[in-house]
């Protein structure tokens, strides 16, 4: 990946952390969440491509590109290439809908309707909110349904759109994926998961033996988001002595936080040139997770997570079987990392998406920019509502067949090598997940299991 890729990928990486820990803040999420801030990039991309002026330049800088060109190819990119299907090459099944729903007082440009469809798969259309939100809803639930097969269903709840609505945006994603090494079933057992609260509940856990990319981090400073030390492995080369030296890590004199990073690479197919896997980042300890949230930074997660790539024996091994679905509206978040403009009942400028008064009895005429000022007296005025997002995301043995526990290797007189050192990976509390892209480095997901049953809060649209 050249330098100007790398930092692409970086700003994405920042940005999908920004909105992840903006979405932490909202009051009724306590337990698990999982989102795709990728995805709700790339819809928001497909919507700028309706604005003009200020609106359409905050879109770009919120987003994190140097303008409104750069914006469009590269989240055209990602769409058309990262959040496509993949089954039916034996790659990992993602299914994904976005969609927007304009005021029907104000035509869209057919135009726009076809920048869409063509470049984002995505769908535009205009709705009756004054008069029919209701059908409105099972509009837009049976449209998602449609597009995500059936895997997303009741995008909208009664009464999340009404007569004040002028435009909405829908996006949703759901992602399930087949392991390069499945777990074996009959290996899963139910054991003990720690919850947030100080209670605990009994869950199917996977186990395996076999070997896995794995390291752990100590020492990290919360104050600069640093992590000073790589526990493992815990032997260093001499280099004065020519040998190795067996001696312990260095002591550390503060308290430190430590936690452990797994990477389980996804199956692709022949067709498919993705590279996903899973990132599970466990702190040792089991209230750890939201400071782990709160310091982890771009830069280390582009720095670290591609050096997973050496297996290391494992003692303990357990991991949560786990299904995560969330859906919440995103505008706060939005709001609150700069996204403004668009919201604004005056200020925004969606003139690039609109069809010229008595255009549809003739030849198209597009409006001209500043249009909104127009919509405005005559009481249209055509801005952002309601963005809602949905992510699924699921976690099983991908069972088939089980696999036998792997075999070290063997001398003449038949007795079984032992690694001297192995790593425990106990994931029986809180942690935090992602699902990447590993050859663009685009992070598709990020999500935390603090309820591997799927206690998700129902979040007001």
């Known amino acids: 990946m050249d330098h100007a890729h790398l930092q692409q990928a970086q700003e994405q990486t920042a940005y999908t952390l920004d909105l992840y820990k903006q979405v932490l803040k909202l009051e009724e999420l306590k337990d698990n969440a999982v989102m795709s801030p990728m995805?709700?990039?790339?819809?928001?991309?497909?919507?700028?491509?309706?604005?003009?002026?200020?609106?359409?330049?905050?879109?770009?800088?919120?987003?994190?590109?140097?303008?409104?060109?750069?914006?469009?190819?590269?989240?055209?990119?990602?769409?058309?290439?990262?959040?496509?299907?993949?089954?039916?090459?034996?790659?990992?099944?993602?299914?994904?809908?976005?969609?927007?729903?304009?005021d029907e007082r104000t035509p869209l440009n057919p135009k726009f309707r076809r920048f869409v469809k063509h470049n984002y798969g995505g769908e535009a259309q205009e709705a009756d909110f004054r008069t029919k939100a209701g059908e409105v809803c099972n509009e837009v639930n049976q449209w998602v349904g449609d597009q995500t097969r059936g895997k997303v269903s009741n995008m909208l709840p009664p009464g999340a759109v009404h007569g004040e609505t002028r435009m909405?945006?829908?996006?949703?994603?759901?992602?399930?994926?087949?392991?390069?090494?499945?777990?074996?079933?009959?290996?899963t057992k139910d054991k003990t998961f720690y919850l947030m609260n100080g209670q605990c509940m009994t869950v199917p856990m996977m186990r395996t033996q076999k070997k896995q990319y794995i390291k752990s981090y100590s020492n990290w400073s919360s104050s600069d988001a640093s992590f000073k030390q790589d526990l493992w492995p815990m032997y260093s080369f001499n280099e004065s002595h020519g040998a190795t030296d067996f001696a312990p890590p260095a002591v550390i004199t503060e308290q430190p936080f430590e936690f452990k990073v797994l990477r389980l690479p996804y199956k692709t197919g022949n067709k498919d040139?993705?590279?996903?896997?899973?990132?599970?980042?466990?702190?040792?300890?089991?209230?750890?997770?939201?400071?782990?949230?709160?310091?982890?930074?771009?830069?280390?997660?582009?720095?670290?997570?591609?050096?997973?790539?050496?297996?290391?024996?494992?003692g303990e091994f357990w991991l949560p079987r786990f299904k995560s679905s969330f859906k919440f509206p995103v505008n706060k978040p939005l709001q609150n990392l700069g996204l403004t403009t668009p919201f604004h009942e005056v200020k925004a400028d969606f003139s690039g998406m609109l069809e010229a008064p008595g255009a549809r009895s003739g030849r198209f005429t597009c409006v001209p920019g500043g249009c909104n000022s127009m919509i405005r007296t005559s009481g249209r005025r055509l801005y952002l509502s309601k963005v809602i997002h949905e992510a699924?995301?699921?976690?099983?043995?991908?069972?088939?067949?089980?696999?036998?526990?792997?075999?070290?290797?063997?001398?003449?007189?038949?007795?079984?090598?032992e690694p001297l050192y192995k790593m425990d990976f106990v994931a029986d509390h809180p942690f935090l997940y992602l699902i990447r892209e590993d050859a663009t480095g685009v992070v598709l997901f990020i999500g935390r299991c603090t309820h591997p049953k799927d206690a998700n809060p129902l979040l007001e649209l």
């Open 39 to 102: 995805s709700i990039a790339t819809a928001l991309a497909m919507t700028a491509g309706g604005c003009r002026g200020e609106t359409l330049a905050q879109f770009a800088a919120h987003l994190k590109h140097p303008d409104s060109e750069n914006m469009h190819q590269l989240s055209m990119q990602i769409n058309n290439s990262i959040f496509r299907e993949g089954s039916d090459s034996a790659g990992p099944y993602l299914a994904s809908a976005s969609g927007l729903w304009v």
């Open 168 to 187: 909405l945006l829908v996006n949703a994603l759901y992602f399930r994926g087949n392991w390069k090494e499945k777990f074996d079933i009959k290996q």
């Open 273 to 314: 040139h993705r590279q996903l896997s899973m990132y599970i980042l466990l702190p040792d300890r089991k209230d750890g997770l939201p400071e782990l949230e709160r310091n982890l930074d771009a830069a280390w997660l582009m720095r670290e997570l591609p050096t997973l790539t050496r297996f290391e024996p494992v």
């Open 392 to 417: 699924i995301v699921e976690v099983r043995e991908d069972g088939g067949e089980p696999v036998a526990a792997p075999v070290y290797g063997r001398s003449v007189s038949n007795c079984a090598i």
